[in-house]
């Protein structure tokens, strides 16, 4: 699936939600979750470099598709169009490093 169509998922989603308490899903609240989703990516690395529990490949994936789906949440309400402003960024690190395409 392209990057726009996720995006569009997500869109779905996120107008279903905002049906049922506008406020936690608006800039701020969806901003509040996306550093909330980061603090438990990062809570599974510290598992992981720590020992403190059980390092789960798959609970990290889940957490930073999490992440993701909020960065696209915030994105629409920004009305960002993720996939162009990806290849855009991607073109320009490929520049900056010297990678070739």
């Known amino acids: ?37 980061v603090g438990e990516i990062a809570r599974n690395l510290f598992d992981e470099i720590s020992g403190r529990a059980k390092f789960e490949k798959e609970k990290l994936g889940d957490e930073i598709a999490d992440a993701i789906a909020m960065l696209f949440h915030l994105a629409l309400l920004y009305d960002i169009d993720l996939e162009s402003q990806i290849e855009k960024k991607v073109k320009e690190l490929k520049l900056r490093f010297g990678v070739e395409a």
Do not use: T, W, Y
């Not at 392209?2 to 969806?30: W, Y």
């Open 1 to 37: 699936m392209e990057i726009r169509e996720l995006q569009n998922e997500i869109k779905k989603i996120a107008d279903k939600l905002k049906s049922f308490n506008n406020q936690a899903f608006g800039k701020e609240g969806v901003f509040l979750h996306l550093v909330e989703e």
